[in-house]
């Protein structure tokens, strides 16, 4: 790791389109994958007839598809360039990728979103980018992938840079805020070096862009807010609550408070990749004993912030919701589950107070009778069981949730305001 900046990198876009393949290319040009690795995994992917598919194996077999159980994991993988650490937030070929995008470890700054070139704009395209939009992501670079597959033709590349600019247009995406990059993830061009391919292109290659994309503030001057992942009982030391520190700082020595458990106390120890450290930061993973809580004190879904000022309790809370899969209609007195950093709690939509024209973000009707597919709206909510959550307005980081039922991501949405319990 450098002393560089750290992005968190969304890849998004299609399933069939390139994503695992251009995650593999980024880190094996990086060099965060050893040439033997891709080496092997080259032999394994002939083997199965699928030769080509080396780069995808990679994030495919470092994620193993991670065991389905109740976590939602994401293949974390981490490659620096000249100017920043990234973290690529993704999941390859995954159902839940949306849920990941939402609630997953890592909240992304911004994103390369990937069409390909003899595919163009697919369903799942549209719905990658309304979320982006929706997450607030910053800036938004655009892979047109597969280029080998049409000849690297100019004609093809500007047929889907037309055809996403009407997509981001639709949303109020700012075109000009995009990039556009025509490569092959699977042949290697324009990613870490100019292509002869494509002569006719004269702008920056993915790594570039990716080197001057913004930096992203880090939240350290938010109060702190770690959402608890798990609660271990580790012999010698007691028990230890394990998180990600999303805002501000944990120090040894704080005061801190889990809600929605209200319990309190001293920090003792914080552990990081098993070495004591005095204090946690944005990013860091960590393990922490609190003097005076117990094992069943605390759970997952928790979330730790100071004792002076606690993470918010929702009696109800408004917020904006996008839904994207749901095989009927929403209507009030609907209760699904929420997931929101790492707590699930079943949640019952009281009102629909107004849908929004999502390509305008007007209000296209008050207190609406139902909305479906499609639809963006402002709703209030009611968890059925104490849930901390935050406005994404004042803590982005805990102000976006998922909403699940039967199986699947039926919305995404954010808060919008917190009445506390």
Not at 47 to 58: D, I
Not at 113 to 121: C, P
Not at 244 to 264: C, K, M, W, Y
Request: hydrophobic share 35%.
């Amino acid at each position: 790791m450098s002393d560089e900046q750290h992005q968190n990198l969304a890849i998004i876009g299609h399933v069939d389109h390139g994503k695992s393949t251009l995650v593999g290319r980024l880190l094996y040009e990086t060099g965060s994958v050893p040439e033997h690795v891709i080496e092997q995994h080259k032999e394994e992917a002939e083997e199965k007839g699928k030769g080509g598919f080396e780069f995808a194996y990679v994030m495919d077999n470092l994620a193993e598809e991670r065991e389905r159980g109740v976590t939602i994991d994401i293949a974390h993988q981490e490659f620096s360039t000249d100017t920043y650490d990234f973290t690529i937030v993704d999941c390859p070929g995954h159902r839940d990728f949306v849920k990941n995008m939402i609630t997953g470890a890592s909240q992304a700054d911004n994103a390369v979103l990937v069409v390909a070139a003899d595919d163009g704009v697919q369903p799942q395209t549209q719905e990658h980018v309304f979320l982006a939009r929706t997450l607030g992501i910053g800036e938004l670079i655009v892979a047109v992938n597969k280029m080998d597959l049409v000849d690297y033709a100019e004609g093809d590349y500007k047929e889907t840079v037309e055809e996403v600019k009407d997509l981001l247009n639709q949303v109020r995406f700012d075109t000009d805020d995009a990039e556009f990059i025509p490569i092959s993830a699977f042949e290697g061009d324009n990613i870490a070096e100019e292509s002869d391919n494509t002569g006719w292109y004269d702008g920056e290659i993915l790594l570039e862009a990716l080197n001057n994309l913004p930096a992203p503030e880090p939240p350290t001057d938010a109060p702190l807010r770690l959402p608890i992942q798990d609660v271990y009982t580790i012999s010698g030391i007691g028990t230890v609550p394990v998180g990600r520190v999303e805002t501000g700082i944990l120090n040894t020595g704080d005061n801190v408070s889990f809600q929605p458990s209200d319990v309190a106390g001293e920090v003792k120890t914080v552990e990081m990749h098993h070495e004591e450290v005095p204090k946690a930061e944005p990013g860091d993973n960590v393990g922490f004993n609190v003097r005076g809580v117990g094992k069943d004190d605390i759970r997952r879904g928790d979330v730790c912030g100071p004792a002076d000022d606690p993470p918010s309790v929702a009696e109800t809370f408004q917020a904006q919701i996008v839904v994207m899969q749901h095989p009927s209609v929403i209507t009030e007195g609907y209760t699904p589950v929420f997931h929101a950093h790492t707590a699930q709690v079943a949640c019952t939509v009281e009102s629909l107070d107004k849908k929004i024209d999502p390509s305008s973000g007007e209000v296209a009707e008050e207190n609406p009778d139902f909305i479906q597919n499609g639809d963006a709206a402002v709703v209030t909510v009611r968890p059925q069981k104490p849930l901390s959550i935050e406005p994404s307005s004042e803590i982005p980081e805990l102000g976006s949730f998922a909403i699940r039922d039967m199986g699947q991501t039926i919305a995404a949405g954010k808060v919008l305001s917190v009445n506390e319990r």
